[in-house]
């Protein structure tokens, strides 16, 4: 058999990742892509899914592409850009929270942008301090300098506008406070072998004993509502692949419950696919207060008709929702906890629903990047290109991101689909099928035994 290089290998995968992605805008009747594009290209709002073969395409050449940057970057650059990555964290914070990116839209001329001393001016910021986190920012594609000391945004940062998904994300506090405190908790003479909630990262930058979500909703009501804010961010991104590629007519007519449903985004998205279906939303008081307010506001019909139940409820708690009908939903819950603790989750769903109900465990499911992933139905599965791992590389980022920052917040983790299965078994349960779909997030279709 003929060897090709490392190099050929990847740049031919490339090239023909590059190349589906062009022929797929082509078909569709999509404009080519544009960074220096001052509004937003059709498939970055998150209404317009790609197709499959583009969304494969752009995963395919996403992770050709950081493979060929590990392969000739210098390494103590790479280690640099990560170290002092923490400053692209922290200006696109300042960009946000000063306003530049709605400045910069408000321009006379949008493409052109506007020059440090009239962002000054407009937003009582330093010029020459500005210039600084600007630069770096449009190092990194955020913005454009259009001539010296002129800046304008690019496509990209379209989605740090004020209420936009991105800005949302942006806004949510103390990230930063939490990964400072990382090691000490991985370290810590008490914890180090903890699986305890309170034993993490978190309760060591906060100083407190409470549990993150308590310490939220009981002292820092406005953080926890741009907390909310970021979830509901991450669920509208996420979810519409989902909403799309995963068959929720099998469930029509049976009723769903939204276990820790928090704001209700999930349910929001699938009262208007499923309309023989009733759904109840559970979660604490705070939450559910919020999810009210979104459901009267956003679904007053099937809201006043009562296809919509609010309950206040705790998941360690005996389920009140009883009978094989029922489809539980766990999206983003068994995340945030330990391996006990999300068995017990788990186990109240299954004693609750009993003998044929069903669990949907929504998750980032992460696929140890050597091995091939499992199979599944999906037309997602490609051959695995050489060279490219089997979770992508940075296409799965943001589950290996989410799982750092669940250890740190609630000494939790994303999960393989076999520690998965390993929980359901536990909770007297089987995984029936993994859904991999146009979306960072998978359905773990379960089935109560
Ligand atoms: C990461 S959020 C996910 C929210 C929602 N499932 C979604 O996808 O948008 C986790 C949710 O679990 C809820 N939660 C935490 N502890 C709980 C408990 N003991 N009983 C019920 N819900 C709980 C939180 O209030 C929060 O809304």
Request: aromatic share 4%; glycine share 8%; proline share 2%.
């Given at each position: 058999m003929a060897s090709i290089s490392e190099l050929d290998s990847l740049q031919n995968t490339f090239n023909a990742a590059i190349d589906t992605i062009r022929e797929e805008l082509k078909a569709n009747g999509l404009p080519e892509l544009s960074t220096l594009s001052t509004v937003p290209h059709p498939y970055d709002e998150g209404s317009k899914l790609p197709s499959t073969k583009f969304y494969r395409a752009r995963d395919t050449a996403i992770a050709a592409l950081t493979r060929l940057d590990a392969l000739i970057q210098d390494p103590y650059k790479r280690i640099n850009q990560v170290v002092y990555g923490v400053y692209?964290?922290?200006?696109?914070?300042?960009?946000?929270?000063?306003?530049?990116?709605?400045?910069?839209?408000?321009?006379?001329?949008?493409?052109?942008?506007?020059?440090?001393?009239?962002?000054?001016?407009?937003?009582?910021?330093?010029?020459?301090?500005?210039?600084?986190?600007l630069r770096l920012l449009a190092s990194k594609g955020w913005f454009h300098e259009t001539s010296e000391g002129v800046f304008a945004v690019t496509r990209p940062s379209l989605q740090l506008r004020n209420g936009s998904n991105g800005w949302k994300t942006v806004l949510t506090p103390g990230k930063p406070k939490v990964a400072d405190s990382l090691y000490d908790m991985i370290t810590h003479p008490q914890w180090k072998y903890s699986q305890n909630s309170k034993e993490?990262?978190?309760?060591?930058?906060?100083?407190?004993?409470?549990?993150?979500?308590?310490?939220?909703?009981?002292?820092?009501?406005?953080?926890?509502k741009l907390f909310a804010n970021s979830i509901k961010a991450l669920g509208d991104e996420l979810t519409p692949g989902i909403l799309e590629d995963f068959p929720w007519s099998n469930f029509e007519g049976r009723t769903?419950?939204?276990?820790?449903?928090?704001?209700?985004?999930?349910?929001?998205?699938?009262?208007p696919r499923l309309k023989e279906t009733k759904f109840v939303i559970q979660d604490l008081a705070?939450?559910?207060?919020l999810a009210k307010k979104n459901v009267e506001v956003m679904l007053p019909e099937a809201w006043k008709a009562g296809r919509i139940t609010l309950e206040e409820h705790d998941f360690f708690t005996p389920q009140t929702q009883t009978g094989s009908d029922k489809v539980f939903i766990f999206r983003w819950v068994l995340h945030d906890w330990p391996d006990d603790e999300a068995v017990k989750i788990l186990s109240g769903a299954a004693k609750g629903g009993g003998k044929g109900a069903r669990v949907l465990i929504i998750e980032f499911v992460v696929i140890p990047g050597t091995v091939k992933p499992v199979e599944s139905q999906t037309p997602l599965d490609d051959a695995l290109p050489p060279y490219i791992p089997a979770d992508y590389g940075q296409v799965s980022t943001i589950a290996?991101?989410?799982?750092?920052?669940?250890?740190?917040?609630?000494?939790?983790?994303?999960?393989?689909?076999?520690?998965?299965?390993?929980l359901v078994n536990r909770a007297g349960m089987k995984v029936v099928k993994l859904w991999n779909m146009r979306s960072s997030l998978s359905v773990i279709e379960v089935e109560v035994l």
């Open positions: 692209e964290t922290a200006a696109l914070d300042v960009a946000v929270k000063t306003g530049v990116v709605d400045a910069l839209l408000e321009a006379p001329d949008v493409s052109r942008g506007l020059s440090l001393a009239e962002l000054q001016s407009k937003l009582d910021v330093d010029a020459a301090k500005l210039a600084i986190l993490t990262a978190y309760q060591l930058a906060h100083n407190t004993d409470l549990i993150m979500f308590e310490h939220l909703y009981k002292y820092n009501a406005d953080t926890a769903i419950v939204d276990c820790g449903g928090g704001q209700g985004s999930m349910t929001l998205l699938l009262v705070g939450p559910i207060e290996h991101d989410m799982g750092a920052h669940m250890l740190a917040i609630l000494n939790a983790r994303e999960r393989t689909l076999a520690e998965y299965e390993s």
